[in-house]
């Protein structure tokens, strides 16, 4: 009797052993599906009529498409204007934040002087202040310099608000770069700001990938600073702007809206598929360090 | 590229030591230069003008502005709506943040196991609201938990529950609406950090372990979670932080509605600075200088925190 059970305990013991993962993946499959489903809803409701989408309660195949959802967001809510606006926006802040990012961690990655404890200092300082309750100094600020109601006022308060965490990821990058490689370019007479570009950005490439990517997310979803901008110049708005603007317009345009949602997010969302591995390796970057 | 150009010639003529040293300097404020200037007018200023705002009686941005001294902090000291935009972050903090570090550890050590199918399909799905606007996804919200037509709805009265509910127009509902959502919305970046912090532990001491005949609840009790403490810590600082920032959520959610019922902070100091008939800059102020210390005691709290650990970790 013992030896004809213990195969099959065996066996029907691998089985237990193996059902937590398969009750774990259908409980992960219905998690994940409640985690999808609103973009499915989106795309789906921006195909429909507005009958339908009342109608069809959980269903979010449209019968026939009406691709006259998007044209109606695009031209008569302005959504192309909101997305040029993002795009230029995100594009510039970008470039900007990256480059001073890496050129402030440079320096004080590799340079003892004088001074430098003090930026050190009042950079990590910051790290705890939260942005959002400094938001009328910085108008006030914008408004006395004239950048108020302009996409490159926009741009430059975007680029000054908080990047900190980049530059110290930068700086510990940078510090951690062999001495030798740094010496041997100065001994080829490499000037300091050729050094920089030709030697130390190359070298600092998988850093600058993350910052670029969450820089990118952090503009592009960027709300409060964009909204107090653009008060008095609609024209300007960012596609999070216009998109509070217009669930206020016309608020029972719900075809409208998911269309303007789905023309907002197609752009980062095509790209989070396509650079997905930088994303989740930039955001492990950041707290592994 | 002309300033390198000319930076080259005549670096021979000069007395090496000094005139290297004086240039090299030269060079290292000019790369910081643009981070101080803007950092300095974006986020210094504003952090140290905000006190002095706080003090002045200042009805919009273009008005003349007149010192009162501390009667906006009595004031806001004095007004229940503040103490109840307070007591909202706070709940909001207290409830998200643990909700989301467990359930995405939960989720990270599933789906970090070899043993699990479709784990890449799986971080793929939770991680895609992170990518995605939180503006955009408040007002997409806003028809899924739509009383009449929501599929929230549906779904819940198709299960018998009952649907009707109007999650974000009924003052009882609204915040732990904004809570359900902003755990939907952030849950992904937590993954991807626990799953960072996981990858961190060499396979190798699992596989020892197991050869010894260790069970998996002994192998996470005694080799998991230990090696964890450490990122416990960070991540959780990350997601405080992060819960405190909520205004694009709840402001394209509810605008703090109904009745102030989903007011948080940054909320009430929007409401006063941009949206009352007459803004009241230094009483807003005022609120942000509060609540902004006390982000200051919260972050002292956590660096004492984390240097407890750490102590306590080169002790063992």
């Known amino acids: ?289 | 590229m002309t300033v390198l150009e000319r930076r080259r010639a005549p670096a021979p003529t000069r007395s090496r030591r000094g005139g290297r040293h004086g240039r090299t300097t030269l060079w290292v404020w000019l790369f910081l230069a643009p981070t101080v200037g803007l950092y300095g007018v974006f986020t210094v200023y504003p952090i140290l003008g905000s006190y002095w705002y706080s003090l002045l009686d200042w009805d919009g941005f273009t008005s003349t502005k007149s010192f009162v001294g501390l009667a906006n902090y009595r004031e806001v000291w004095h007004d229940p709506l503040f103490w109840s935009a307070f007591w909202h972050t706070l709940l909001f903090m207290a409830v998200t943040v643990p909700v989301q570090v467990l359930l995405s550890l939960l989720a990270a050590i599933l789906l970090n196991s070899p043993k699990m199918p479709l784990a890449r399909i799986f971080r793929t799905a939770l991680f895609l609201p992170v990518a995605t606007t939180t503006a955009i996804v408040g007002v997409v919200m806003q028809s899924l938990f739509d009383p009449a037509n929501g599929p929230v709805n549906v779904f819940l009265d198709k299960l018998g529950f009952g649907g009707g509910i109007d999650f974000l127009g009924s003052s009882h509902t609204s915040l732990w609406t904004a809570m359900a959502v902003y755990v939907w919305k952030w849950l992904g970046i937590t993954l991807i950090y626990w799953l960072a912090a996981l990858q961190t532990i060499p396979t190798e001491l699992y596989e020892a372990a197991a050869i010894d005949g260790a069970s998996p609840t002994r192998l996470f009790r005694h080799i998991t979670l230990p090696l964890l403490t450490p990122f416990t810590i960070i991540i959780t600082l990350l997601s405080l932080e992060a819960s405190l920032h909520v205004f694009d959520l709840v402001q394209t959610m509810t605008g703090g509605g109904p009745y102030y019922s989903s007011e948080v902070l940054e909320i009430y100091i929007y409401r006063w600075a941009f949206t009352s008939t007459i803004p009241r800059l230094g009483y807003a102020s005022a609120a942000a200088v509060i609540f902004g210390l006390f982000v200051f005691v919260i972050g002292i709290v956590q660096l004492l925190g984390v240097r407890a650990a750490r102590r306590a970790g080169v002790g063992s």
Request: some cysteine.
């Open chain 1, 1 to 289: 009797m013992m030896v004809s059970a213990a195969p099959q305990r065996s066996r029907t013991a691998r089985m237990l052993r193996r059902l937590p993962w398969w009750i774990a993946a259908v409980l992960l499959a219905a998690g994940c599906l409640m985690w999808i489903y609103p973009f499915l809803w989106m795309i789906g409701a921006s195909l429909k009529t507005t009958t339908e989408i009342f109608r069809d309660g959980l269903d979010v195949i449209p019968n026939s498409p009406v691709w006259g959802n998007y044209g109606r967001a695009w031209s008569t809510a302005h959504f192309g204007e909101y997305l040029r606006n993002t795009v230029i926006v995100t594009v510039a802040t970008v470039v900007i934040v990256v480059i001073r990012s890496a050129m402030a961690g440079y320096v004080l990655g590799r340079y003892r002087f004088r001074g430098r404890r003090v930026v050190l200092v009042v950079l990590v300082a910051t790290l705890l202040v939260p942005t959002g309750y400094t938001i009328i100094p910085v108008v006030d600020v914008a408004q006395r310099l004239h950048l108020l109601n302009s996409l490159a006022g926009m741009i430059i308060a975007l680029s000054g608000g908080a990047h900190v965490a980049l530059t110290l990821l930068y700086m510990g990058y940078f510090r951690r770069i062999p001495k030798e490689l740094f010496e041997s370019a100065q001994l080829d007479g490499a000037g300091f700001g050729t050094t920089f570009v030709r030697i130390m950005l190359p070298l600092a490439t998988p850093v600058t990938a993350s910052a670029t990517l969450l820089t990118f997310l952090n503009t592009w979803n960027a709300f409060f600073l964009p909204l107090v901008f653009t008060f008095s110049r609609p024209d300007l708005r960012t596609v999070s702007v216009g998109m509070l603007a217009f669930s206020g317009e016309y608020s029972t345009d719900w075809p409208g809206m998911a269309a303007g949602a789905a023309i907002s997010l197609a752009p980062v969302i095509i790209l989070f598929f396509v650079l997905q591995r930088y994303f989740v390796e930039g955001i492990a970057g950041a707290v592994k360090n």
